[in-house]
Antibody, heavy 127, light 113 residues
């Protein structure tokens, strides 16, 4: 059974940093791209970024709203994906979801969609 | 960025009756590889989103056959043949072709009458 468990959320002041973790099980983690999404309170879904598998260089892509502030990394030996969030803003307040990417574009390692989602972890940025 | 527009934004349906949600994209979601990168998710109250339909019309594992997807190019529809109480929640369409970013519709809230 595929499981994704996020951790690391909490209350943080504007301008500070926070690192989220996504611990995966039930599949060969290293074979998949992993992505993060977020959902502000009462709002819709927003893609944050993804990291390709090592077979595609483990490279990353980000939404414009977080580029330069957020970094996604992975540790395939531990089956964990990370979201490092720096220079946090109040508008980053949201539930953050970890997802598994599938349906890849041929030769790109970029997923077309995301089949499994974690339960989410709440990040609150407030002074 | 691709804009995804869902209608209606809310829906109240009697159990056993059908329901339909429309999703329109600002650009075609048909790729040169022949696939159409349009997906449907359901977020039940208090839960994370779950995949219902991928590539327009393929049901994800475990999704009941009362759910069906159709459409092409820029116009897509999710249909529930007979709504059940467990179908309540917010339905989102998502495009996965014009990247980055992946973009979603605003969501359609389904309630039971």
């Amino acid at each position: 059974e595929v499981q994704l468990v996020e951790s690391g959320g909490g209350l943080v002041k504007p301008g500070r940093s926070l690192r989220l973790s996504c611990t995966a099980s039930g599949f060969t983690f290293g074979d998949y791209a992993m992505s993060w999404f977020r959902q502000a309170p009462g709002k819709g879904l927003e893609w944050v970024g993804f990291i390709r598998s090592k077979a595609y260089g483990g490279t990353t892509e980000y939404a414009a709203s977080v580029k330069g502030r957020f970094t996604i990394s992975r540790d395939d030996s531990k089956s964990i994906a990370y979201l490092q969030m720096n220079s946090l803003k109040t508008e980053d307040t949201a539930v953050y979801y970890c997802t598994r990417g599938v349906g890849y574009y041929y030769g790109s390692g970029s997923p077309g969609y995301f089949d499994y989602w974690g339960q989410g972890t709440l990040v609150t940025v407030s002074s | 960025d691709i804009v995804m527009t869902q209608t209606p934004l809310s829906l109240s349906v009697t159990p056993g009756q059908p329901a339909s949600i429309s999703c329109k994209s600002s650009q075609s979601l048909l790729h040169s590889d022949g696939k159409t990168y349009l997906y449907w998710y359901l977020q039940k109250p208090g839960q994370s989103p779950q995949l219902l339909i991928y590539e327009v019309s393929s049901r994800f594992s475990g999704v009941p056959d009362r759910f069906s997807g159709s459409g092409s190019g820029t116009d897509f529809t999710l249909k529930i043949s007979r709504v059940e109480a467990e179908d309540v929640g917010v339905y989102y369409c998502m495009q996965g072709i014009h990247l980055p970013p992946y973009t979603f519709g605003q969501g359609t809230k389904l309630e039971i009458k």
